[in-house]
């Protein structure tokens, strides 16, 4: 690059200096000086001594290293690695409470005046999987390397007009060999023997103290003993480490100690405080006939879209439908008790509608219809039941083998058991001679009893096969159950339905869908 000035603005003689220098790809920067009391302008040179202060878990030391503004983290490795050989692979940096990546500059990270602090944290080479013929290759390579441009100075072929800026230095004016001397002593050097020369013992340096603390095993850095995470990384302190009682935490330490206690109280309290509250809502959901869903659901009866609050939440088995569902199902259900009606493929809910949510979901009419419905399955049900025989009473009874009456609760008439039939005034003799006279004589009876013995014949009615009388199937399916002795009957077979076992017994009766196969070819889903 020529400069050209023109004479009358640009007297040659006030020109003191023009300097021109290269680096990386593409970048271009002209250093122009002027005897007018003009200063030289080298802002894109400028270097400063960086404090380096070098640990890994045993021992430390401090150096000063002269670095540009736009070194990279990668160049300062290499260098590193050229003047004291610590492979990049062990050093970590941190630069600001941050940990450097190699892309970056040291300025991006604040490094901008002369005693800028970093930190060097050696690894092990076992920890950074570092074998020792890859140490001697990489080591080998760097000697034959020219070293960084970034932080080497610039040659006088590169830089004509610029002296060169000094090299890595160490602090408080040692000699570079002091601070070998004194790094040699760090673990990663002690991993490799081959590379470490120990020196004479007269003439190492006393090695620092070691600090009382905990070393981090991801960074190295050693923290109080009273810390349970890494200062530079938040790794949890090593489960084995015992703090050593001779140990006492200075102001900052103790300040964070009562920091942590009072965090960890205020996180009881709160925790306390939501386990609280939790508790109330439960007491008070649980006082309340029906819990309403929190959030917007699908009904997974009539699949139509439930806003929040407008569905109900099963307590039992958490399934939750709209109440209209709900409602019809409970008005329709013909046993005494109402059924989760969750089903899919591969499960069907055995749960069932608790009493208030059913008193809760239906009207007062409906609900004394459904308890109407309940007691009569109920009855139906029940081996030793027993129905009032007065027209259109509603009471019924259990009885034992050795009760022969029941006195019913509601129309209070007296029912005698041996006779199914209510003869208050008469034993079951007297009662059982009048109905036989009454045939006899009565041309009524006689045409009731020819006409059962009819129906009978073609079909359409069957005596029960446990207590003999005549039952007849009004319609429907071909279920029916006996008045008297309630024994489940089957109309086509006209047999039991189950075995002696009772409901349930598949060893007798007529075993209809058993194998996949009906009792009879005629049947109408007797089961």
């Not at 259990?398 to 041996?418: G, H, M, Q």
Request: glycine share 6%; proline share 6%.
């Amino acid at each position: 690059l020529r400069i050209l000035p023109k004479e009358p603005c640009y007297p040659a003689s006030e020109i003191r200096c023009v300097c021109v220098c290269v680096w990386n790809v593409g970048r271009l920067a002209v250093v122009i000086g002027y005897l007018a009391g003009c200063h030289m302008v080298h802002c894109l040179f400028f270097s400063c001594s960086m404090k380096v202060a070098v640990e890994d878990a045993v021992c430390s030391a401090n150096i000063t290293i002269q670095v540009h503004l736009y070194t990279t983290i990668a160049d300062l490795r290499q260098k590193v690695f050229q003047d004291y050989g610590f492979h990049p692979s062990v050093q970590r940096w941190i630069i600001g409470q941050c940990l450097c990546v190699d892309d970056r500059t040291v300025g991006s990270y604040g490094i901008r005046k002369d005693g800028d602090t970093a930190f060097l944290y050696l690894l092990t080479a076992k920890v950074a999987n570092l074998s020792e013929q890859r140490y001697k290759e990489d080591k080998d390579w760097v000697v034959l390397q020219p070293a960084p441009s970034s932080l080497l100075d610039g040659s006088s072929a590169r830089r004509p007009s610029s002296s060169p800026l000094p090299k890595t230095s160490v602090s408080h004016g040692s000699k570079k060999a002091d601070i070998v001397e004194r790094l040699s002593a760090l673990q990663l050097t002690n991993l490799l023997p081959s590379h470490a020369q120990t020196p004479p013992a007269a003439d190492v340096a006393p090695l620092s103290p070691v600090q009382a603390g905990w070393s981090c095993p991801t960074c190295t850095f050693i923290n109080k003993p009273t810390r349970p995470g890494c200062e530079m990384c938040s790794t949890d302190r090593p489960a084995n480490y015992v703090v050593p009682g001779s140990y006492r935490p200075d102001e900052k330490e103790l300040w964070r100690m009562q920091q942590e206690k009072e965090g960890v109280l205020q996180y009881q309290q709160a925790l306390e405080q939501e386990r609280w509250q939790n508790f109330q809502q439960l007491c008070q959901l649980d006082e309340e006939a029906l819990v309403p869903t929190q959030e917007a659901t699908e009904c997974r009866i009539c699949y139509l879209d439930v806003e929040p609050g407008e569905g109900v939440l099963l307590r039992e088995c958490l399934h939750s439908f709209c109440r209209v569902c709900l409602r019809q199902l409970i008005n329709c259900s013909e046993e005494p008790q109402v059924a989760c009606p969750f089903r899919d493929e591969s499960y069907a809910c055995s749960s069932h509608l608790q009493d208030r949510e059913i008193r809760a979901l239906v009207s007062r009419e409906e609900y004394e219809r459904f308890l109407e419905r309940r007691l009569a399955v109920a009855e139906s049900r029940a081996q030793n039941s027993y129905h009032c025989q007065t027209a259109d009473c509603l009471g019924w009874c259990i009885y034992e083998d050795d009760v022969n009456d029941f006195r019913c609760p509601i129309c209070w008439a007296l029912n005698c058991l041996v006779c199914k039939a209510i003869h208050e005034g008469m034993n079951c003799k007297q009662y059982q001679d009048k109905l036989q006279f009454q045939a006899q004589n009565d041309a009524a009876a006689r045409e009731t009893s020819n006409m059962l013995k009819m129906l009978v014949q073609v079909g359409e009615a069957m005596h029960c096969p446990v207590c003999r009388i005549v039952v007849q199937k009004k319609g429907g399916c071909d279920w029916l159950r006996c008045p008297v002795c309630q024994t489940e009957i089957c109309w086509v077979t006209k047999g039991p339905r189950w075995g002696p076992g009772g409901p349930g017994d598949t060893s007798g009766g007529c075993r209809c869908n058993m194998d996949g196969q009906r009792c009879h070819p005629n049947c109408q889903n007797c089961h």
